[in-house]
């Protein structure tokens, strides 16, 4: 008699539905801040509802991206290390080279010197990939030890950066961040691990409430003149907390309406949108800043915001079609 084999496809489809779904709204709210700090710079001043909303979204945005990418990290360790290490490079080192030097093409005031810092202590807006990529490279060294461990060696590492006198040099390598960041990412595998049982636990009421209150105390102190929650160890373990409890209850969306198919193509090509918006955001300023100017911040940050995200789908398009613009965005 033939085996029955175990039901477990549709909870993987499920799965990265709203995995890729919660990449895409990541990638926008990071658009939508950029497109406001680019706009504030030529003096055009965002609504205060713009400015509260892009201050309370802070914390979440690249923490949520780094505990998305440690949920995958299981898939690409069981490729074996050659396979894993070769597959970073080409999937996140290259396009990190790529558009560091493109950033300095388009940005020539930046001075050359971005090349030499984007190697240790990046300070344009692709430090997420440097972060990144360390991640995946430290998990590859720490593939033996439970993640429970490393996330909370992670943050230690961050609270000790935090209270110890370091040089000027290490200090611009922000590795508060770095470590930060671990965490989260280390955070993501081990939720990924024990799915099955986790999301159920983190749905009870009980670790609702707790969720709220961790996510209340995260925002208030957001608003906060000055902070930056993301990147302060003291709100590590509130931020985990609400960013596990909100993708328990996010997850059972169905994401499948056509905005939520559209974010999940965004969190699909989420490097290529990454890397590229900056640039996007400018030429679309460039072009509409002389006829949308007069009417206001908003009309310009949504026509920018829009300018972003068509570049980045056209591009996603193209690397779908196997065209060379692929090699912009791996190798």
């Not at 950029?34 to 509260?52: C, Y």
């Not at 000790?160 to 961040?177: H, N």
């Not at 026509?303 to 190798?331: D, I, K, N, S, Y």
Request: net charge positive; hydrophobic share 60%; proline share 7%.
């Amino acid at each position: 008699m033939t085996e029955t084999p175990p039901v477990v496809a549709p909870a993987r489809r499920e799965r990265l539905l709203w995995m890729d779904g919660l990449r895409g709204l990541a990638i926008l709210l990071i658009v939508l801040l950029h497109a406001t700090e680019m706009l504030r710079s030529i003096g055009l001043q965002p609504h205060i509802a713009v400015d509260i909303f892009n201050t309370v979204a802070s914390p979440f945005r690249i923490p949520l991206l780094m505990t998305l990418s440690g949920m995958l990290l299981g898939g690409s360790l069981s490729k074996g290390a050659g396979r894993y290490v070769s597959g970073k490079l080409r999937a996140i080192a290259w396009p990190y080279a790529v558009w560091l030097v493109i950033v300095l093409l388009v940005f020539p005031s930046l001075g050359p010197d971005i090349l030499v810092r984007g190697l240790w202590a990046p300070n344009t807006y692709l430090w997420y990939l440097h972060t990144l990529l360390i991640a995946y490279l430290v998990a590859l060294a720490l593939r033996r030890v439970p993640d429970w461990i490393s996330m909370v060696g992670a943050l230690l590492l961050a609270a000790a950066v935090t209270l110890l006198p370091m040089p000027d040099l290490v200090a611009t390598m922000k590795l508060e961040r770095t470590f930060l960041m671990l965490a989260f990412f280390f955070a993501g595998h081990l939720l990924m691990q024990h799915l099955p049982t986790a999301l159920p636990l983190l749905r009870h009421p009980i670790s609702i409430v707790i969720g709220l209150v961790c996510t209340g105390s995260v925002v208030v102190a957001s608003l906060q003149p000055g902070s930056a929650v993301s990147n302060d160890v003291t709100f590590a373990v509130p931020l985990l907390a609400s960013l596990a409890v909100g993708l328990a209850l996010l997850s059972l969306l169905p994401w499948r309406d056509p905005v939520s198919r559209w974010l999940r193509w965004v969190g699909r090509h989420s490097i290529v949108y990454y890397v590229t918006h900056w640039i996007a955001l400018y030429w679309t300023l460039q072009l509409v800043a002389g006829p949308l100017i007069r009417f206001g911040f908003s009309e310009v940050a949504v026509a920018m915001v829009a300018g972003a995200m068509l570049a980045g789908a056209a591009l996603a398009w193209l690397v779908q079609l196997r065209t060379p613009v692929r090699w912009l965005f791996r190798v």
